[in-house]
């Protein structure tokens, strides 16, 4: 079997919210899907697709529950970047749209990143590729 496209479905609070705060990081929205219960975003070079839906609307589709993310554990996406400074960008951009900044910009083990939750808990961590 081929797979020809992956994305994520994760669970938020308050769409507009979520809107806002991925359009203020500068992710380009996805056209493709304008219901009002749903913001989509692309993430990266090959484009993978963030759905994020009002929790209960993704709820009503599934059999069973979901946690979200501040109740228990879930993927951490990672997204590069080029240099260290455009680590430090990363972080100052994502704390001004009101993220929580769990992982402060510096070196750990070898590699300078730093990582963040957005309003809902969905966690997110920027690692350079400088030096790699």
């Known amino acids: 079997m ?12 308050d769409v507009e919210r979520t809107r806002a705060f991925y359009t203020q990081l500068g992710f380009t929205p996805n056209g493709h ?3 009002p219960d749903l913001a989509s975003f692309l993430f990266g070079d090959d484009n993978f697709i ?5 929790k209960e609307a993704l709820l009503s ?6 946690a979200l993310a501040k109740e228990g554990n879930e993927v951490i996406f990672s ?6 400074e455009e680590v430090n960008q990363w972080a100052e951009d994502a704390r ?3 993220a929580d ?5 510096g070196r750990y083990n070898g590699y300078y990143f ?3 939750a957005d309003p809902d808990g969905h966690k997110f961590n920027v690692l350079s590729l400088q030096g790699m």
């Open 114 to 116: 730093c990582a963040f």
């Open 79 to 84: 997204l590069a970047a080029d240099t260290d």
């Open 33 to 35: 899907h304008k219901a």
């Open 101 to 105: 900044i769990f992982q402060e910009p």
């Open 61 to 66: 589709n599934m059999q069973g529950t979901f």
């Open 2 to 13: 081929k797979t020809k496209k992956i994305w994520a479905n994760l669970a938020v609070e």
């Open 96 to 98: 001004k749209a009101g």
């Open 50 to 54: 963030i759905h994020f839906f009002q």
